[in-house]
């Protein structure tokens, strides 16, 4: 007898993923940040916006949605007929938590004639309160959409807020001063030692889930001159293919970079993380172990209360049909 290695093991693990979501005719849709043990099995691989845009896609039975708690929310707050699970109750998301429902009821009384704009990194139930759920990639072009004269209440990312103040001119936006704990470590010391580091090397920056907003507004400002485009996941993908020859640091969650060397099958060390540290330990809850045990055990179902899942598929939508698909 001899032991399994842990590669072994998590590849017997992965087999018998593949063959229970046959069984039960799963789907199992997984976001960027992911282990790289979740992406290999999962159906789709992308951000919050492509997760809710390839949910509402699906027909089948049972969604398993592996990412934080509000990305399984939207899954069920549109597949009201479906099963939705999630391998991991409590992997929460700080940037969601940074605003509750009494929190924002009682910023709306202060501000009763304001459109409510709300980054989709957010409960289901300030997302119900809200008139506009946004991604990093439309906020911009929505809060644009709104009328110059209507005051805007903007949550709860204050980075990205920030910046489409900045871009927009809009004045009479309000910020809530919100953050998620990984994206906030990123400082313009850091953008500075990147580009010194790594002379030449293009920033790439995933406008989603919060993530580097704060080099989204050093740029809006004009307070950043390394070479730096902000891109979707595809864009990234696209724009590492079209350009070959240059090297990259990466700065969002590091769980990205797997995606990008498995799908560009790039030399890896052209592909840099702007920080090692930018992990997100809620999304890393999710192990083949926990995803192996839910479809097993077809836990745990998310549920919304209709109540509020009727009002949060309003703004919720309304993104949907406001954002182009995007991997
Ligand atoms: S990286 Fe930040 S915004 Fe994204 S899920 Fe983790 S805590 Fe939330």
């Known amino acids: 007898m001899y032991a399994l290695s842990k590669n072994d093991e998590i590849r017997e693990i992965q087999r018998e993923i593949l063959r229970l979501k046959r069984e039960k005719s799963a789907y199992i849709i997984a976001h960027n ?3 790289p043990e979740i992406q290999d099995v999962a159906d789709y ?3 919050s916006l492509g997760m809710a845009m390839e949910a509402k896609k699906t027909d089948h039975p049972m969604v398993v949605v592996c990412g934080v708690h509000f990305m399984a929310e939207t899954a069920a707050i ?3 007929d479906r099963k939705v699970i999630t391998p991991e109750r409590y992997a929460g998301c700080s940037l969601a938590e940074s605003i509750t429902p009494e929190q924002l009821k009682e910023w709306k009384k202060q501000h009763p004639e304001a459109v409510v704009v709300a980054y989709v990194n957010t409960t289901a139930e300030v997302k119900a309160l809200a008139d506009y759920t946004v991604t990093s990639s439309n906020a911009v072009d929505i809060v644009r959409s709104i009328p110059e004269d209507k005051e805007i209440l903007f949550l709860p990312d204050m980075f990205l807020g920030m910046y489409v103040r900045e871009v927009t001119g809009r ?3 309000y910020i809530w001063p919100g953050e998620c704990h990984v994206h906030a470590r990123v400082s313009p010391q850091d953008i500075a030692r990147a580009a010194l580091e790594n002379p030449g090397a293009t920033m790439l920056v995933h406008p989603e889930c919060g993530c580097s907003t704060n080099c989204l507004y050093l740029k809006a ?8 485009e902000v891109l979707s996941t595809g864009g990234m993908v696209r724009y590492v293919k079209n350009n070959p020859d240059r090297d990259y640091v990466i700065a969002t969650e590091v769980g990205i970079l797997y995606r990008l060397q498995k799908e560009i099958g790039s030399d890896a060390s052209r592909l840099k993380p702007l920080r090692e540290d930018m992990v997100c330990e809620y999304m890393k809850t999710i192990t083949a172990e926990k995803l192996l045990k839910a479809l097993e055990k077809e ?9 509020i899942a009727e009002r949060a598929r309003v703004p919720i939508e309304r993104m949907l049909a406001l954002s182009s698909p995007k991997r």
């Open 33 to 35: 940040y992911q282990l």
């Open 299 to 307: 836990q745990y179902e998310v549920k919304v209360p209709p109540e």
């Open 45 to 47: 691989v992308g951000d």
């Open 221 to 228: 400002r004009g307070e950043l001159s390394v070479p730096m």
């Open 171 to 173: 004045r009479n936006m």
């Open 78 to 80: 549109l597949l009201p």
